[in-house]
């Protein structure tokens, strides 16, 4: 399978991405990740700046919002996870992001259903923090990164240090939240409060 490094892009009818310029409508399936950009892995570390921590939709949204969303996206998966494709797990709402390093501004560009596995690797600093505390076998998520990406443990240690190489520089910034196709949910006063 050859991996797209461009991104989906959010509308109301579905999803584009610029790069390949491939339209996907909202009924056509799960639009299952193709990439980062600059990586050709399926599976990436994806470390949300410190300082944009606790700023993201699943915060800003009420408990039932959030459910309700989250459902409509692992519905949208057919129940599968949209990188490795498991099936008959605990799903995982996480927001992908786009981060301008220029104008400091992270873009919510969509939702994707996760496995707990995939979960785990797209934010390996807090797997790591559960691992230290016991709760999570960190061994585990190196070698279902490799598994997914059919890759080495030198890949994995190399994507990593450049993963939390990019999340200290970044961590260095206050970055502003653009929410995009998604900033509808939130009421204009809540995100003036942000």
Known sequence: MSICDG????SPEGLHCEKCDIE???DEGPPYYHGTAGTSLLLTIELVPSTAWERNLRDLLTQSQWDT???QVYKQYNYHCGVC?????TMYCHEMWQYDDRTHTQKLIGLIALCRWCHHCKHL???GVLASRGELDYEQVIQHFQRVNHCSREVFDAHKQQAFATWRERSRHEWTLDLGAYASLIPVEQMEER
């Open 85 to 89: 494709d498991a099936s008959n797990t």
């Open 69 to 71: 969303l989250r459902r």
């Open 24 to 26: 996907r409508q909202w």
């Open 125 to 127: 600093g807090f797997a």
């Open 7 to 10: 991104t989906w892009d959010p």
